[in-house]
């Protein structure tokens, strides 16, 4: 029985620093809970002088613990009693879903088990992946030594709160580094009891710390840090801009950035069977509710196809229901607050004022109370210069854009801002690969939509989606600065 009473689940509280629990004093910020909008528990945001002393005990404990400096197994053995901690603790799961859009049953079944092979796959980059010697003169010896950082400040969304933690604490953590995480201010309990856990499993105190509060304000600070040595962000592509510009005003420090999009599902005439299609095409944009920002929403499609796949998508989004995120049954993620559905409104409704009209959705779902479930949407008659073609919404709304040529189709596919995925739909391997080479993105699926569990598999985005990789071999190598070294005999 997944099920649980959110009335019953006591929450962290506030900051995780040094191993200890921090309430912290100053500005209280008030955390709903997504499902019904009712109050989940209050944080006191981080202030300079709180983010100085996360920052200050990372960098002290990284050195003094021998973190950086142990065998690497070592710290992959760590990592991995981690990872196991993580998939068997109940209570992380229902802070995640009680506080976030996630419901209970994606939670224990995906979410879970996702940040926990994340971080085993991390685990096992310790030992694996190091510097090299390079070709010089034979009377000398030329190496490529790496080093971690020192403290990596990590900046993560509110959509998947705990699998974005593992994707920046793993590889930091696996490279020798310490980390000073803030989550959003929306989501902010399930981090700290993942925090928890790492040092119940080994993990030296200070080498991770956790600091709540808003972006302007503890963000900022985080950023600004001058021993902070290198920022990893997830988030929207404003506050990217915001974080790079910090950055280099203080200490001209690295940034991973992964961004916003727009990602284009591209549909040709052969792409088979159209149920198929159309359920890949379905999850792309309905998955957390359209909050993610690999969604694909915008469907560009071949006319020979155009009505089934149409047809097919307006049975499949009236087949959705609202629940609560601790009902075990609930499959479909609120939004993450009133914020956020406003936001969604107010795009459809300027889209529909510039022509676009309104398939199927368009609305909340009714008797939802303060939880704002929205329905998913369909926009066709969308020309390029409609804002729900330009904007990221950050909600289950899809827009229809028809072509008839290939060329045609790649064309509708690019964007002015956003680069970071695409789907391509295509049984034909030629126009498949055309189509891969043909778009500005820093990820394509073939035939899917959607990351697997190919932690191998880099991601990242190109243009105004962001800078650097997360997941991968790239994310740890970029966690280690690396030192050239020439010897003569």
């Known amino acids: 029985m997944l099920s649980f009473d959110p009335d019953k689940i006591a929450l962290p509280a506030g900051h995780f620093i040094n191993g200890k629990h921090i309430r912290g004093q100053g500005e209280q910020l008030a955390v709903k809970r997504p499902s019904d909008g009712l109050l989940a528990g209050e944080l006191y945001q981080a202030d300079a002088a709180l983010v100085d002393e996360a920052v200050s005990v990372a960098d002290a404990a990284v050195r003094d613990s021998g973190w950086a400096s142990c065998p690497p197994r070592q710290r992959g053995a760590v990592l991995k009693r981690w990872a196991d901690m993580i998939e068997v603790d109940p209570l992380l799961a229902q802070l995640e879903s009680l506080g976030s859009t996630r419901p209970i049953y994606d939670v224990v079944n995906h979410e879970i088990p996702f940040t926990a092979d994340a971080i085993r796959f991390y685990a096992e980059c310790a030992d694996k992946y190091s510097g090299d010697v390079l070709p010089t003169r034979d009377v000398s010896l030329g190496m490529l030594v790496p080093e971690p950082y020192g403290v990596i400040g990590a900046i993560t969304p509110w959509n998947f709160p705990l699998s974005m933690a593992s994707w920046k604490c793993g590889p930091a953590l696996a490279a020798g580094n310490a980390v000073v995480l803030k989550p959003s201010e929306l989501t902010p309990f399930s981090t700290v009891r993942m925090a928890e856990l790492a040092v119940q499993a080994g993990l030296p105190a200070g080498v991770l710390n956790i600091i709540q509060g808003g972006g302007a304000v503890t963000g900022s600070a985080l950023v600004a840090h001058p021993l902070v040595r290198k920022v990893s962000f997830t988030g929207s592509t404003a506050t990217g801009a915001r974080i790079m510009s910090d950055a280099a005003f203080n200490g001209m420090k690295p940034v991973t950035l992964e961004l916003g999009g727009k990602s284009p599902q591209l549909v040709f005439d052969d792409c088979g069977d159209i149920t198929e299609v159309a359920g890949r095409i379905l999850r792309g944009f309905t998955a957390n509710g359209g909050q993610a920002c690999v969604a694909g929403t915008r469907l560009i499609v071949q006319r020979g196809v155009h009505d089934a796949l149409i047809g097919k998508l307006i049975e499949l989004c009236q087949g959705f229901r609202a629940g609560v995120t601790w009902d075990e049954s609930s499959r479909y993620a609120p939004m993450i607050d009133r914020r956020q559905a406003t936001k969604?409104?107010?795009?459809?409704?300027?889209?529909?004022?510039?022509?676009?009209?309104?398939?199927?959705?368009?609305?909340?779902?009714?008797?939802?109370?303060?939880?704002?479930?929205?329905?998913?949407?369909l926009l066709a008659g969308v020309a390029n210069d409609n804002p729900a073609v330009q904007e990221e919404i950050f909600g289950p709304v899809l827009t229809v854009q028809i072509f008839d040529e290939e060329a045609e189709g790649l064309a509708l596919a690019s964007h002015p801002t956003y680069g970071?995925?695409?789907?391509?739909?295509?049984?034909?391997?030629?126009?498949?690969?055309?189509?891969?080479?043909?778009?500005?993105?820093?990820?394509?699926?073939?035939?899917?939509?959607?990351?697997?569990?190919?932690?191998?598999?880099?991601?990242?985005?190109?243009?105004?989606?962001?800078?650097?990789?997360?997941?991968?071999?790239?994310?740890?190598?970029?966690?280690?600065?690396?030192?050239?070294?020439?010897?003569?005999?």
């Open 420 to 489: 970071l995925c695409a789907g391509v739909h295509t049984k034909n391997i030629d126009r498949a690969l055309r189509a891969m080479r043909g778009i500005a993105a820093g990820t394509v699926w073939i035939n899917r939509y959607g990351r697997s569990g190919d932690f191998i598999i880099p991601t990242g985005g190109f243009h105004g989606s962001g800078i650097g990789k997360d997941l991968g071999r790239q994310a740890f190598e970029a966690c280690q600065r690396y030192k050239s070294v020439l010897i003569d005999f």
């Open 344 to 377: 969604v409104a107010s795009v459809i409704n300027s889209a529909r004022q510039q022509g676009a009209e309104v398939l199927v959705g368009g609305q909340r779902f009714a008797d939802t109370g303060e939880g704002f479930f929205w329905q998913p949407t």
